[in-house]
């Protein structure tokens, strides 16, 4: 038989091999994913490493045992399928700041247990297990199978995470997120590792100081993974839009699952975990569903004339029995009307911003509903009335500070006798007007926590607007 050409070899083609001959299923989820062989650098600690779409083999992964590769590989792609990178940029967005060292010794506990029941591969002697790790950090004795059932990797890193002085949302979060390029830095950890770029190059990992200090836990975890290299190169593909994210973890789930029940017994997966990947729906999602079911025309009951099936029957259900009264329906009800109100006594991204603007627009657009625009604080500051598909949303300036008083602004938009208001806000504030009308707080993300005085809150997250 040909040997096939070297377009499809690669450092890793033995172990996957290996990894299909045991489990064909869960091991044939390596062959969805891409492998690159990275040219030789000194700086470079871990032989293998993932960004969530490739696996990137070093020249030390040559020198490594085949029962050894076979454990790297499989390691490395249910890191992919589980989508750890994806799900630490995720993370850092929402909370601000994420020690990735910590992050990636969470997620290769959860990984290295999953596959610890395999006897055809061999985990390297310093892998951390979930068991190992909930024992020395929080003082828990869970059996393997009862621990993967409970935990996820971001209920982990939150219960591990005890820096003082972390960041936990607001400005920081921002500073931080424009600082590392959108959540691709190291997160200060003081360990080496490596990584990749798409374009295959090997990034060395700086030594350095955390910039938090470490509490009990999470220093007995750092010093845990401290043999360990980061495998894990979190924002190599920023810039996808949400329903693309959502997609990419719908199939991954999906693929999962079903390699999962191929295999049974030998499948990667131990059992099936809690950390499997849940897919979240995307907010410009959400807001279109829920604007469209207050903003789509209805026709009105109109008691002065019978239905059509009233008057085609004449009324009549037989020769000697009359039909009760049926009513008919008015015209179309007259165009609909969203009112957006925005805080401007908090403070929003201009990408999330922009991205805002062009769904509230594209909304009125569609369904030719008239906006008004009211823009204050504690008082009503701009009220404009735009056409369908019209905004000047992206030129509002928010001078932050609090303050906010939701009072006159929901009163203001009763006058307008509005289908739907949207309020952008982190809400912060007061609200002593309860309207009839339906209201949506779209709130950032930094705010998620924030409890709505009544209405539906919608978080607005920012990840996928990076470029």
Known sequence: MPEAPDLYRHRGTRAIQRLVEFAPSTGGLALWIRHVDLAEHGSASAPLATDGHSLYYTAEFDKLALVEQTAWVAHEVLHVALRHPQRLRDLRQLLGDVDVQLFNVCADAIVNSTLSHLTWLTLPPSAVRLDQLLAQALDERQSVETALLRWDVEQLYRAIDDRRGAARGGQQKVQHARADGGGGGDGGSGRRGAGADAS?????????????????????????????????????????????????????????????????????????????????????????????????????????????????NQGRAGPNRRLPWTPGFSALNPAPHLIVIVDVSGSIENALLDTFAREIEAISRRLEARLVLIVGDDQVRRVSQFAPGRSDLRDIEFVGGGGTDFTPLLEEADRHKPDVVVVLTDLDGPAHFRPRWPVIWAVPEAHAAAVQPFGRKLVLSCYNNQG
């Open 200 to 312: 295959g190059d090997v990034i060395g990992r700086q030594n350095g100081q955390s910039p938090h200090e470490d509490g009990p836990r999470a220093a007995r975890v750092r010093i845990l993974g401290n043999n360990t290299p980061l495998d894990l190169v979190p924002g190599r593909h920023r810039g996808s839009s949400p329903e693309r994210e959502t997609e990419e973890t719908h199939t991954w789930s999906e693929r999962l699952l079903r390699a999962h029940a191929g295999d049974g017994a030998h499948s990667l997966l131990r059992t099936l975990i809690a950390d499997v990947p849940r897919m979240r729906t995307p907010w410009e999602q959400v807001l279109r569903v829920r604007l469209a079911h207050s903003l789509t025309p209805k026709r009105g009951i109109s008691w002065s004339r019978p239905s059509r099936s009233y008057i085609a």
